[in-house]
């Protein structure tokens, strides 16, 4: 809905600041009206009142220098009152009311410096109470309490500053309490009950700090499979299946468990030595072979770990220390074959690492150092020839590095630093004629280039500047004969051109 706004402005008194009304409509015919504010030095001062398209109020309250002082009403179409709001200087102060559309009171709350304070009250639609929530200055203090909308209780619990701490009660919508227990500092502490709906225990933890033991458990029919803290019992799915079993010792998950797939299969064998997994692990595919093998140290894998593909083969292996991988560790490819071995350390790559085709013939060679490339690094062909040698540090190409054709013909040579191509380069074909020679300055070609065909006669040859052909450059065919000449300025031709025939008889003259 597009905006349609007048502005009146009245002068009062002359040298004394201009008001203005400010009137928005609903329509470009401006018969309705849709908000009406006064602005005094560009801010909101005095009466504002918002419309429906209807006509009928929506808003109404009073500005002083742009803050909001007083009372402040909304309401739904119909005039029933929504929202009553007081404000002095633009912050919420003392009692703010919310209604539903049926004219119940949806919710009443208490502000001090726009913080909120004292004891709010919620309400359902039907009039029911559904919470008390007191606070103190902007914090939550005391017994909060919550209703299912039949009047039984929901929820009760104790802040103090802001966090829960205290007693908790929870109840079903039957009246029949859910749990019980203390808060200390936002955080389960000491022993908890839990209850089925029917009032029968469900089972009792102990919390201790960060640890939750688990001393009673019982099912629906009162048989208890944990009692004390110790027992074995199995967990089920809703279709029925199992979805894991083991035992407890002392409240703690204790020696081996398993957990299955929804589907019924294994998905998981793990050890625990109270309540921290300890020991072998095995991991399934749901086609039932082994995913991943290896020991746990206090909750973390630790030791030597292996890893299988889908068609049951190796895919890596190696040492993990705190779930990091330190030491050698090896990978294949699908076909078994090995893929690369190296070292990590804190679970990054460290030391020498060596790469191999997939016919097991060795692809590139190099040292890591905080997972980034460094010193000397070789690449071949996989008959063993040479493809690459240069060095990092750093993780960035440095210094000069080669490269090889197939046939063993140098291919390219030239300097890098931080990265970048800088300095000298060279490249050949490979029948052992020069390609290029140049310079690199940053990355980009720079200063004078010469190309050659691979018969060894010169092709073209000239200056770059940042990366683009600047001053005199010459082109030759490949007899040996001029083919044109000019001059480039910020790799355009610039200036005359003169071009020749293959003959090198000179053909014609451009500007």
């Not at 009372?71 to 009692?95: H, L, M, T």
């Not at 955080?187 to 640890?211: A, C, H, I, N, V």
């Not at 793990?270 to 072998?280: A, D, E, T």
């Not at 200036?495 to 451009?510: A, P």
Request: aromatic fraction near 18%; charged fraction near 30%; proline fraction near 2%.
């Amino acid at each position: 809905m597009k905006k349609y706004i007048l502005i009146i402005v009245s002068l009062l008194i002359p040298g004394l600041s201009s008001a203005q009304l400010v009137t928005e409509y609903w329509d470009i015919a401006q018969t309705k009206k849709k908000s009406e504010q006064n602005m005094k030095d560009g801010m909101q001062d005095g009466k504002f009142t918002a419309w429906y398209e209807t006509g009928e109020i929506a808003k109404e309250g009073f500005f002083i220098k742009g803050a909001e002082n007083g009372k402040f009403i909304s309401y739904y179409p119909g005039k029933k009152i929504k929202v009553e709001e007081n404000y002095v200087k633009g912050k919420k102060q003392g009692a703010c009311k919310y209604w539903y559309i049926n004219g119940n009171k949806a919710q009443e709350t208490f502000f001090k410096d726009d913080k909120p304070d004292s004891t709010w009250t919620g309400w359902y639609e039907s009039g029911k109470i559904k919470s008390t929530e007191p606070y103190k200055t902007g914090k939550k203090e005391g017994l909060w309490v919550y209703y299912y909308e039949n009047g039984q209780k929901e929820s009760e619990g104790v802040f103090k500053n802001n966090t829960a701490d205290g007693a908790y009660s929870g109840w079903y919508s039957n009246g029949i309490k859910q749990k019980e227990g203390q808060y200390k500092a936002d955080e389960e502490s000491g022993f908890w009950k839990e209850y089925f709906r029917t009032g029968k225990p469900k089972q009792e933890l102990q919390f201790e700090g960060k640890d939750v033991l688990l001393m009673n458990l019982w099912f629906e029919n009162g048989d208890q499979p944990i009692k004390n803290g110790n027992g074995k019992f199995t967990l089920v799915n809703d279709n029925g299946k199992k979805k894991g079993e083991g035992k407890y010792k002392d409240g703690r998950m204790d020696g081996e468990w398993i957990f299955y797939l929804p589907g019924g299969e294994k998905d998981f064998l793990v050890n625990y030595l109270k309540g921290k997994k300890s020991g072998k692990c095995i991991n399934w595919f749901k086609s039932g072979v082994v995913k991943s093998e290896g020991p746990f140290v206090n909750d973390k894998k630790n030791g030597y770990w292996k890893f299988y593909n889908e068609a049951g083969k190796m895919q890596m292996e190696g040492t993990l220390t705190d779930n990091d991988r330190s030491g050698k560790w090896m990978y294949w490819y699908k076909n078994g074959a090995k893929e690369s071995e190296g070292y990590y350390k804190k679970d990054l790559m460290d030391s020498l690492w060596t790469y191999y085709y997939n016919d097991g013939a060795k692809w590139k060679q190099g040292s890591y150092k905080e997972n980034m490339k460094t010193d000397l690094w070789t690449t071949w062909y996989e008959d063993g020839k040479k493809l690459e040698e240069g060095s990092y540090i750093s993780g960035k190409e440095n210094g000069t590095w080669y490269s090889w054709f197939d046939n063993a013909v140098l291919k390219n040579e030239g300097h890098f630093k931080a990265g970048k191509m800088e300095g000298s380069w060279k490249a050949w074909f490979p029948n052992k004629s020069p390609n290029y020679e140049g310079y690199f300055k940053d990355d980009l070609k720079d200063a004078a280039w010469k190309y050659f065909f691979d018969s060894g006669k010169i092709k073209e040859e000239g200056s770059y500047k940042q990366g683009k052909k600047e001053g005199h450059w010459i082109a030759w065919t490949p007899y040996g004969f001029k083919d044109s000449e000019g001059t480039y300025i910020d790799e355009k031709p610039n200036g005359l051109w003169t071009y020749y025939y293959e003959t090198g008889v000179k053909s014609m003259e451009q500007t």
